[in-house]
């Protein structure tokens, strides 16, 4: 095929074939490198500018959105960046094409959009439209906790790769608070204008909106598939309302607010009765602040009360004060990380498997394991970026440091940042690996510590008070699994820990192993009995 370089600027290593796209300060084209690979190369000229402000404005939130953006898959890939006096250019990887996906045919190729996809279906169904809006608020929180925001959110600006939404374009990414220029495309751009992370959601809300129906939010859609997931669809539409508010007071405080609302409808629950409990709540404050004040001193009173010394409290119990593992539970519970504006949203998992039993199964609060004969693992999901503690600690006070690896702990493993939708398993073995208890009988407890941002002060208390136990953690002989690993203990249940965000209210904490939780970290507690 021949190509169609003409006038513009030769690419290092890269042949230009066709431009595939267009915008008002640059255009995209069709590329493909020294190894044959094709990819997106955006150009954009410095006369397209009439002032040189903008121009640099754009290629500062280049360079601030390029090593962000192969760190969320939700993100295009920027994968080289290069700048001449006269114009930039970034090169990404390619989307889809429309009708043949990932194979690409240069003479026919056409990027895979969201308005694309709208345009030929008319709209999307409902379970389409949910994974869409997963994915992108996941992205745009990841965005936003880094200072960036993307500022024209649209369907043609949401490309497909492998399958995977993503958003693309990111010409117009900025840092946040940036309000020099008025910028976005019309139809999205909320009422204060565009430049925040709520000037995000909305758009993004739209986006939703007009996939779902197909119609340009408010207008009544009108393509709605009869054999749709209709109860689906309502949740949506209350979740795109949410989104939509002109007041920005009233839309969702964060990227991560929203995730979790689709995340909720994700695995069966209601956004719509969430909603309308939460505003019968308000209404019950404004009327009765006496009466909650009042409640919420005899919650504090129940939760300091003194409890025995085998269940599981949200005070150090007085059997583990000054040890090690004590020391560690008055920081976790007095200290706090440093503050973030992002949230953070774990689930926890624990399995045994019982004497004479093929099978791990849900380990539950309270429940027993016995000695050397019932090993039991941990497994869990991170729903939401972020850096996770997990540590044990026995009925003496010893602590060992589980999660990431250490050099504390023989039998540790993992790395931090863990990223969002990455599975967790300890022991990260096969699934045979599973740890064993000694014969020290007795109480264990196991604590996830799941932050936005790094912990330093409490990784510092970690390295202090973990024990290695290297007699412990050696392999036996008589033990007849692929490993020996052997602990004082970790327990859990299988049942999955709702997570206080900024958009998660109190009451759906209720039976919940929660800790603490300020948003931007939170403290998960598992325990039970050891015995022989």
């Not at 991170?382 to 602590?399: C, E, M, N, R, V």
């Not at 970790?490 to 049942?495: H, Q, R």
Request: aromatic share 8%; charged share 20%; proline share 8%.
């Amino acid at each position: 095929m021949r190509n169609q370089q003409g006038n513009s600027p030769p690419i290092p290593d890269h042949e230009l074939i066709r431009p595939i796209g267009q915008g008002a300060y640059g255009e995209v084209w069709l590329a493909r490198n020294a190894t044959g690979s094709y990819r997106a190369v955006k150009i954009i000229h410095r006369n397209a500018f009439a002032d040189g402000r903008p121009y640099d404005r754009e290629f500062a939130g280049l360079q601030k959105f390029e090593p962000l953006s192969r760190s969320h898959p939700g993100l295009v890939n920027v994968l080289h960046v290069g700048r001449q006096t006269d114009h930039f250019y970034y090169v990404m990887e390619l989307g889809d094409d429309e009708l043949a996906g990932s194979a690409v045919d240069p003479e026919r190729y056409s990027p895979r959009t969201l308005r694309s996809e709208i345009e030929r279906h008319e709209c999307l169904d409902a379970a389409a439209c949910l994974q869409v809006g997963l994915v992108l608020t996941s992205a745009l929180s990841h965005l936003h906790t880094h200072g960036l925001v993307h500022r024209d959110v649209k369907p043609s600006n949401i490309i497909f790769v492998n399958g995977c939404p993503k958003l693309a374009d990111v010409g117009l990414v900025t840092s946040l608070g940036d309000q020099a220029s008025h910028v976005g495309s019309p139809g999205y751009i909320p009422p204060e204008g565009p430049g925040t992370p709520g000037a995000d959601l909305f758009s993004l809300g739209k986006v939703l909106y007009q996939a779902a129906g197909g119609r340009e939010f408010p207008v009544p859609p009108t393509n709605v598939r009869p054999d749709d997931d209709h109860d689906l669809r309502r949740e949506l539409h209350e979740v795109v309302l949410h989104a939509c508010e002109n007041d920005p007071r009233r839309r969702y405080p964060s990227a991560q607010a929203m995730w979790t609302d689709l995340e909720f409808i994700r695995i069966g629950r209601s956004v719509i009765r969430h909603q309308s409990r939460r505003a019968r709540a308000r209404l019950a404050a404004a009327g009765l602040v006496a009466a909650f004040v009042i409640a919420l001193a005899a919650w504090i009173k129940r939760t300091q009360a003194p409890t025995s010394s085998d269940e599981p409290t949200r005070n150090i119990p007085a059997a583990l004060a000054g040890s090690p593992g004590g020391t560690l539970l008055d920081l976790v519970y007095h200290s706090s990380p440093p503050a973030t504006n992002a949230s953070v949203h774990l689930q926890l998992e624990m399995a045994v498997r019982r004497i004479g039993q093929a099978q791990f199964v849900a380990l539950r609060d309270g429940e027993s394991v016995v000695s050397e004969q019932e090993p039991y693992r941990l497994l869990g999901q991170a729903l939401t970026p972020g850096w996770l503690y997990l540590f044990q600690i026995d009925s003496s006070g010893h602590a060992q440091w589980i999660f990431p690896q250490n050099n504390s702990c023989l039998h540790s493993s993992g790395a931090n940042p863990v990223a969002a939708g990455r599975f967790l398993s300890v022991p990260s073995g096969p699934v045979g690996d599973a740890f064993y208890l000694d014969r020290v009988t007795g109480v264990e407890h196991v604590y996830a510590v799941f932050t936005a941002a790094p912990w330093p002060a409490l990784e510092e208390q970690l390295l202090r008070a973990s024990t290695a136990f290297t007699n412990q953690t050696q392999g036996r002989t008589r033990v007849s699994q692929p490993n020996g690993l052997r602990t004082r203990g970790i327990g859990g249940t299988l049942k999955t820990a709702l997570v206080a965000t900024q958009a998660s209210p109190a009451p759906l904490l209720q039976d919940s192993p929660l800790l603490r939780s300020q948003g931007s970290f939170l403290v998960l507690e598992r325990w039970f009995r050891h015995v022989e």
